[in-house]
């Protein structure tokens, strides 16, 4: 019929306040019809999977094919495909994940709408509540689960929370030919502690975005950002990897932590966050010229952490500008090169130490002036070789004199590269 409504169009019918309770039961049958659970027994990530072509090539990509969660194994068919309802936010589910199915209308529906409904896919459902994977194998068919988990899984089943402690952990968790690679399960990837009003994405793998705020809880996982500003404050926390030293109790969570975790982007608005910098070296800069020590300061900032940081223009400039101070310090050697000019500018520039005073010397006003006295020098130097009323050792030691001026002469003492003003 072509005035059905399918998928959210259906779900989102209001409720009428005055319904009757066998009304209700309906509309919440219907809504049961239209989101039906199954477990991911594949999916096409990448074109070495043998359904591929078949499954529309790159257009296919993120298809999964299904069991249904109440139906035997035995029932599966080519026909259990789906695609992923949502085209910007990729998040394909593993194998043994379950999803919701939806119903909705394909590219082929403009005409019937009832003979070509295909089946859309949400995000895999939260089972453990763990951002690793939410993979449950079907408890129907043993030899999906290694045998040192089959208890564990078991034990799920009385509604006990999964708690893997040994490093078998393994289930199959990869499509066919391992289409997209092959995840392999961890134990010691740790979710992310929410603290009141957080919203939270989280990856599989340890890295994470966090936009919260500075917020004080009683939990013994207490966030280090929160000392100062008040709470609602906003501090948005990007965040790759884990601390090495991880535990492998991975389903206890985790804070973030500056120092610890491998990758970070700090964006704050009053927060102090303790990072400790690998170098304190200020003298560079004046006494009263010194910024507030990072671990100080509870402005608005942001902060890159990481063991390497690059910066690279493929096409166009870095510009580096700032209201106060730009203060570069390194435990080892800070190089400066290019294929052109070096340019410093300022009333005063100094090099060697904050208290540098003695002035540079206009190199190429000097050398022109001395070599006029040089000139002068050596005229009266030849004078005095030839005088014949002089005795002694004066003839002598004006010969050594000029000797010594034609070595000075012959001599470059201009830089090539650094030029003053």
């Not at 917020?215 to 790759?240: A, H, L, M, V």
């Not at 020590?293 to 990481?306: K, T, V």
């Not at 493929?314 to 570069?328: A, M, Y």
Request: net charge neutral; glycine share 6%; proline share 5%.
């Amino acid at each position: 019929m072509i005035g059905s409504k399918f998928g959210f169009a259906g779900v989102n019918q209001p409720y009428k306040p005055d319904a009757s309770i066998d009304a209700i039961s309906r509309q919440i049958e219907n809504l049961n019809n239209k989101l039906i659970p199954a477990r991911v027994v594949d999916v096409i990530l990448d074109e070495t999977h043998p359904d591929f072509i078949s499954l529309g090539e790159w257009n296919g990509i993120g298809t999964i094919k299904y069991e249904l969660i109440l139906s035997p194994e035995s029932e599966r068919t080519d026909k259990n495909i789906a695609k992923s309802l949502l085209a910007n936010t990729k998040t394909f589910p593993l194998k043994n994940e379950i999803v919701f199915l939806i119903s909705l209308p394909n590219t082929d529906s403009l005409n019937n709408l009832t003979d070509n409904e295909v089946f859309y896919y949400l995000n895999a459902i939260s089972l453990w509540n763990h951002p690793h994977h939410n993979a449950f194998p079907n408890p129907q068919n043993s030899s999906t689960i290694p045998e040192s988990q089959r208890k564990d899984y078991k034990s799920i089943e009385s509604g006990n929370v999964r708690r893997v402690t040994d490093n078998s952990t393994e289930i199959n968790l990869n499509s066919t030919n391992n289409s997209g690679g092959k995840f392999v399960e961890r134990i010691n990837i740790h979710p992310i502690l929410p603290f009141t009003g957080d919203n939270i994405f989280e990856g599989r793998f340890g890295n994470s975005i966090r936009l919260g705020s500075t917020i004080k809880s009683k939990s013994q996982y207490q966030n280090n950002w929160s000392t100062t500003g008040q709470e609602g404050d906003p501090i948005t926390i990007i965040r790759n990897g884990q601390p090495l030293n991880s535990s492998d109790k991975g389903w206890l969570p985790t804070v973030e932590d500056i120092n610890q975790d491998l990758s970070s982007i700090y964006i704050t608005s009053t927060q102090r966050i303790p990072i400790n910098v690998s170098s304190k070296n200020y003298s560079g800069i004046s006494s009263d010229q010194i910024p507030s020590y990072p671990i100080s300061y509870n402005q608005n900032q942001i902060i890159l952490n990481s063991g390497r940081i690059l910066f690279n223009s493929s096409t166009d400039s870095i510009l580096l500008s700032s209201q106060k101070v730009i203060s570069l310090s390194a435990n080892e050697d800070i190089g400066i090169s290019t294929r052109k000019n070096v340019t410093l500018t300022g009333d005063l520039v100094k090099l060697g130490g904050i208290n540098a005073s003695e002035s540079l010397l206009l190199g190429d006003s000097f050398i022109k002036q001395f070599k006029v006295l040089l000139e002068t020098i050596n005229l009266l130097c030849d004078a005095l070789v030839a005088e014949p009323a002089l005795k002694g050792g004066a003839p002598a030691a004006a010969s050594q004199l000029k000797t010594i001026i034609n070595l000075i002469k012959d001599k470059n003492y201009l830089s090539r590269f650094s030029k003053t003003i």
